[in-house]
């Protein structure tokens, strides 16, 4: 999911769809820090799933 939303392909998918074909640089830009914020995020996830707090939800 992280790499998806930076991934080429649905860059130029989202550039051509509102019409800002060549933009694709200025939707990386603004796309790109919540790419890093979901990575921090997905990342304390599965370090609290290793300890007690949520090593309940992996069997």
């Not at 930076?6 to 130029?12: E, G, M």
């Not at 790109?32 to 300890?51: E, P």
């Amino acid at each position: 999911v992280v790499g998806k939303m930076i991934s080429p392909q649905s860059l130029t998918v989202a550039a051509t769809a509102i019409g800002l074909t060549g933009g694709e640089s200025v939707i990386l830009r603004k796309v790109f820090k919540y790419s890093l914020i979901l990575l921090v995020l997905m990342c304390i996830l599965v370090g609290l799933m290793s300890t007690p707090v949520l090593g309940w939800m992996v069997p």
